[in-house]
């Protein structure tokens, strides 16, 4: 058996799942984004429910839009029925999530949640069924054949249902403006909190740690400079304490090929003029973004006069967490 190959067909058939349910797009979807805005805004709650692997997805798409600030719970279709109904509330809506549309559990629980004022959003790939003959709106989540050899496990429709239930967090994150700064307020811990939450002035180097010299200073003594604050660039200022340029390792590697009296030379002379730079005040995810677009081993920190403050070294990062 090629597992490879076998492998490779999975991926094919997953792929052309969610093509197929791309297509099938159209203005139920638009429909169900401003429900959702709409009961948000009015402070209700999304509900989700479903059976199975649905179930597992639901349980993905709740923690979703829960963590981009749309209120989610989660609701089992069996303990509904004995107490669970009391998270059910007038103005909520509910999503239903069942590739057959025929899932008895979620069929039976139907009329207790139809005795609330809640609307509900069909997410199936069987726009025909019970389930989307009750429901307010469908989102139709059909795929031409699952990636299981017999057509049975639900594999290509579970991505396709994850997939839309990702679209539909997404799409209702940007319908109500949710920034950069709420989604920190909501990962306060681990590394998006981290990275959300920290301003470069609280991870980079500083002090003695951070290597700083004038533009006369010869590069003899610019190298015992960086070699005291054990760094493997140094921030170079003009007379007035500005940055002007940077000097690396990399920078005195080069030159040694060509300078024999590089040593005496001074850092205006053989440093890189206008080396990339970051406020101090800044996001760490900013700093992060530049070492992502940037080829660059060390990033120098200036305060708002354009002074070298500090200076966060990439190797940093990962004990810091952020990456």
Same mark, same amino acid.
């Given at each position: ?18 093509? !197929? ?5 159209? %203005? ?24 199975? /692997?649905?179930? $597992? ?24 029925? $004995? ?12 999503? !239903?999530?069942?590739? =057959? ?23 199936? %790939? !069987?726009?025909?069924?019970?389930? !989307? ?6 989102? #139709? ?6 990636? @299981?050899?017999? #057509?049975?496990?639900?594999?290509? *429709? ?21 920034? &950069? ?7 306060? =811990? ?8 920290? &301003?470069?002035? +609280? ?11 004038? +533009?006369?200073?010869?590069? /003899? ?6 070699? $005291?604050?054990? *760094? ?7 007379? &007035? ?17 060509? +300078? ?7 850092? /205006? ?7 990339? @730079?970051?406020?101090? +005040? ?22 708002? /006069? ?18």
């Amino acid at each position: 058996m090629n597992h490879l190959a076998q492998a490779r067909k999975v991926f094919d058939i997953e792929m052309a799942a969610l093509r !197929a349910v791309r297509a099938q797009l159209d %203005g139920s979807f638009a429909q169900a984004v401003e429900l959702i805005v709409e009961t948000l805004r009015q402070r209700g709650k999304l509900i989700v429910v479903g059976i199975g /692997k649905s179930g $597992h997805v639901g349980h993905k798409l709740a923690a979703t839009l829960t963590s981009t600030g749309s209120t989610s719970v989660v609701l089992n279709s069996v303990d509904a029925l $004995h107490g669970d109904l009391g998270i059910v509330a007038d103005g909520d809506t509910v999503l !239903a999530l069942s590739y =057959s549309g025929e899932s008895e559990e979620l069929l039976n629980l139907l009329p207790a949640l139809k005795r609330f004022l809640v609307k509900i959003i069909a997410i199936t %790939g !069987a726009p025909k069924s019970s389930l !989307a003959g009750h429901s307010d709106l469908v989102l #139709n989540v059909r795929v031409p054949r699952e990636a @299981c050899p017999f #057509n049975l496990a639900p594999t290509a *429709s579970t991505t396709a249902t994850l997939v839309m239930g990702d679209a539909l967090a997404m799409a209702v994150l940007q319908a109500r403006g949710f920034k &950069r700064q709420d989604f920190a307020k909501f990962h306060p =811990s681990g590394a998006i909190g981290r990275a959300m939450l920290s &301003r470069v002035v +609280d991870i980079m180097r500083s002090g003695p740690r951070n290597a700083v010299a004038g +533009d006369n200073l010869t590069v /003899k003594e610019a190298l015992l400079v960086m070699t $005291h604050a054990k *760094s493997g660039s140094l921030s170079v200022v003009n007379g &007035r304490g500005k940055l002007v340029g940077v000097f690396t390792d990399g920078d005195f590697r080069r030159h040694m090929a060509t +300078d024999e009296d590089l040593l005496a030379q001074p850092l /205006k002379a053989v440093m890189t003029p206008k080396p990339i @730079c970051i406020r101090d +005040d800044a996001l760490a995810v900013e700093a992060l973004k530049v070492f992502n677009q940037r080829n660059i081993d060390d990033l120098i920190v200036v305060n708002a /006069k354009h002074e070298p403050v500090g200076l966060v070294d990439s190797q940093d990062l990962p004990k810091l967490k952020l990456m």
